[in-house]
């Protein structure tokens, strides 16, 4: 089922803009991360803001809120969109296809999106104004040819690991917040599967944007609220 809400979620089906409102568990006082914490940064690039090929509208507001809450934790993960040319998730490598069609894949239904976040392009490159020089780890993802990749933990295959889990588990980090873009697909996507991976998960909200497809974004916070992702936003943390 989990899957299948998924394959949902990313179809952005007409069904879903009547899904419930947004969850919200906001925290009994500050939040401190400590160092079993550790923030997830989620494709801040610049082919996700304004001025991308794939922009998140007010993608570069998340900008200023990740970089302030940053200072606060001492474990640090990015994630960037890592596409070769003519990856399986652009419209333009399937004849007749326009952007934000679907196709059907061997792993289920995909989205077709423009071109974006091409390997070692300036589109593909992490925001100019991110200043988390202490970050210690960048995953890419999205890089196989046939697979598209939204989480941080899994290829959308969902076979193919990252490593991340395996990572953050040897550095004895128990509690992950995620932050980024967007919101609906590769945040929430990044918190369900730290869930999965048995990380206590926030998602800061007003430190992420979202596309909001026919409803994707009501979703999301349903399904996240349902596996327990708590939702918060960045008053909620400690990290003076």
Partial sequence: MR????RTLLQSVALLAGA???WAAFAAGKIKPDA???LIVVD????FVTGGTLPVKNGEEVVPV????????????MTQDWHPSGHASFATSYPGKKAFETTKLAYGM????????????DDAALHKDLQIAHA???VRKGYNQGVDSYSAFEEADRKTSTGLAGYLRQRGIKTVFVTGLATDFCVAWTALDAR?????????????????LNGSLAAAWKQMAAKGVKRIQSGDLDVA
């Fill in 3 to 6: 899957e299948l809400n998924r």
């Fill in 20 to 22: 419930g409102l947004p």
């Fill in 36 to 38: 079993k914490s550790a």
């Fill in 44 to 47: 801040v690039q610049n082919c």
């Fill in 66 to 77: 990740i970089n302030r809450i940053a200072q606060g934790f001492r474990n640090v993960v």
């Fill in 110 to 121: 995909q989205v077709l999106w423009p071109d974006h976040c091409v390997q070692g392009s």
């Fill in 136 to 138: 210690q780890m960048i």
């Fill in 196 to 212: 999965k991976a048995g990380f206590e998960t926030y998602v800061v909200e007003d430190a992420t944007r979202g596309i909001d």
